[in-house]
């Protein structure tokens, strides 16, 4: 991996952590179409490097927020504040038990399966423009809430389901307010982020790592950078009800991902 590579990569993870396009599915794409030793693998700590960046951009673009929630937590009182990391807790459950009692189940859903891409790519179009066109709702995430979007959350784990997508699709059709559903997508998959962090350094598989500071470097640059444009850009497009345009772009994707996927088998 060269300088270039790590630039096109983490400017890719930015975007596509925040933008409902999903990022696991286009990967998934583009070694069908183009080949997997066409695609620079990633190194492990390269792709910690660059999950590391689009916490610390969330972590930015809702500082503001994340203080107020810690020091809610500190006063040591029953509190919004308090009540919000609890619902962000409970959120993180679904996809957490997802993830460790059926790792080696979804590892075998990325194999390229393009058919299963292009579907998922047409739900995530089919979401997008529900949600597009919900009517006004002002209610704020209940418990209730917080744990059916944290089972989106976890379905989006699937590749072409996108998770920004998926959990603010289905926090807006819930009847939450748009801008507390973008917040609450963008915040509740930090914690989720920073655990898959922790799991990879524990592991200790960082230190066979032989990836070069300056590659590191550019990576996470990239996606810190890109991922503060594009979480930024994505609140005030569910503020507008714009997320139809993504919805068309998946459908369209999806579609095509369907029709090569039939042919190619």
């Not at 203080?67 to 504040?81: C, D, H, P, V």
């Amino acid at each position: 991996m060269n300088e270039f590579d790590a630039a096109i990569l983490g400017l890719v993870q930015g975007l596509t952590e925040f933008l409902p396009v999903s990022s696991s599915g286009h990967l998934e794409l583009g070694k069908a179409i183009l080949g997997d030793d066409s695609i620079p693998s990633e190194s492990l700590m390269f792709t910690v490097v660059l999950h590391a960046a689009t916490a610390l951009s969330t972590i930015v673009v809702f500082r503001k927020d994340i203080l107020e929630i810690f020091q809610g937590l500190f006063s040591f009182k029953w509190n919004e504040e308090t009540q919000f990391s609890l619902k962000i807790i409970l959120s993180m459950i679904p996809a957490a038990l997802v993830g460790f009692y059926f790792e080696s189940e979804l590892e075998s859903l990325f194999g390229g399966d393009i058919l299963l891409v292009g579907f998922m790519l047409i739900i995530t179009a089919l979401l997008l423009w529900l949600a597009d066109r919900a009517k006004f709702t002002g209610k704020p995430v209940s418990y209730r809430n917080a744990f059916v979007i944290g089972v989106s959350q976890a379905i989006a784990i699937l590749p072409g389901i996108s998770r920004s997508g998926a959990t603010i699709s289905t926090s807006v059709l819930l009847g939450n307010d748009k801008s507390k559903a973008a917040r609450f997508s963008f915040l509740m998959v930090v914690p989720l982020i920073l655990g898959k962090i922790s799991k990879d350094v524990l592991s200790g598989n960082l230190a066979e790592s032989t990836t070069e500071t300056s590659i590191l470097a550019i990576g996470f640059i990239a996606a810190f950078i890109s991922g503060i444009f594009a979480c930024t850009w994505m609140i005030t497009l569910v503020k507008k009800s714009k997320l139809s345009y993504f919805a068309i772009y998946c459908f369209v994707v999806g579609l095509i991902a369907i029709i090569f996927g039939y042919y190619a088998n």
